[in-house]
């Protein structure tokens, strides 16, 4: 069952922070986060292998509720190169990773 | 990281037809999947490519439509048979490092069946 995202649009100021929403119905081994620029193939950001831990990538960072079923990116002060569809991915049972509706974030200058 | 290619990158095709794309991975993956993703959408499983064995579908997907192979462990294809203009999509390869959690992705095919 596909996770579900919020929001499904944000549009920032270069500078500005945002927070990215993935949640599930199902329990949850882990939580891998992608970004997707237009044209091009999805690009690995981080992967949440256990529950309230927090991961970062530059000035991204997610974190896991494991007992929540939910994870949580974390854009600060968000620069042009942030633009793109963000995507939650999730593994239950087994190695299929199933991901979310996307959200689109445009950052502006 | 794995480094993936497919090609090719995109192509127009007539209806009742069938486009094989290939999928090659510069390193020993252990696990590939395919992905139909229509633009502006998510990424939907197609199927798990298994070496050396029928591959795995999901449901709404079957063989005779998406026939896949996987003879080796840095290559597979994914045949679209029989085409509709309901086929145009991007179909993208994934394949998992050796560690088997982090997965990568080709930057697609882009199909369109007229």
């Known amino acids: 069952q596909q996770p579900v995202q919020s929001p499904q649009a944000v549009i920032l100021r270069e500078g500005e922070d945002a927070v990215i929403n993935c949640s599930s119905s199902?329990?949850?081994?882990?939580v891998h986060w992608y970004r997707q620029k237009h044209g091009e193939a999805p690009v690995f950001l981080m992967i949440l292998l256990k529950g309230g831990e927090q991961k970062g990538h530059e000035k991204i960072s997610a974190s896991f509720n494991e007992k929540k079923q939910q994870s949580s990116l974390y854009l600060t002060a968000s620069q042009l190169s942030y633009s793109g569809t963000y995507f939650c991915?999730?593994?239950?049972?087994?190695?299929?990773?199933?991901f979310g509706g996307g959200t689109r974030v445009l950052v502006k200058p | 990281s794995a480094v993936i290619s497919q090609k090719p990158s995109r192509d127009i095709c007539q209806r009742g037809t069938s486009l094989t794309i290939q999928c090659q991975v510069d390193s020993q993956v252990t696990m590939m999947f395919w992905y139909r993703q229509q633009p502006g959408q998510s990424l939907t499983l197609i199927a798990t490519?298994?070496?050396?064995?029928?591959?795995?579908?999901e449901s709404g997907f079957v063989i005779d439509k998406f026939p896949i192979s996987r003879p080796n462990l840095t290559f597979s294809t994914l045949t679209v048979s029989n085409m509709s203009p309901e086929d145009s999509s991007i179909y993208l390869c994934?394949?998992?490092?050796?560690?088997?959690?982090?997965?990568?992705f080709g930057a697609g095919t882009r199909l369109s069946v007229l």
């Open positions: 199902k329990a949850l081994y882990s």
């Open positions: 994934s394949g998992t490092g050796q560690g088997g959690n982090i997965q990568y």
């Open positions: 490519a298994n070496q050396g064995s029928e591959a795995t579908y």
């Open positions: 991915g999730i593994k239950a049972a087994g190695n299929k990773l199933t």
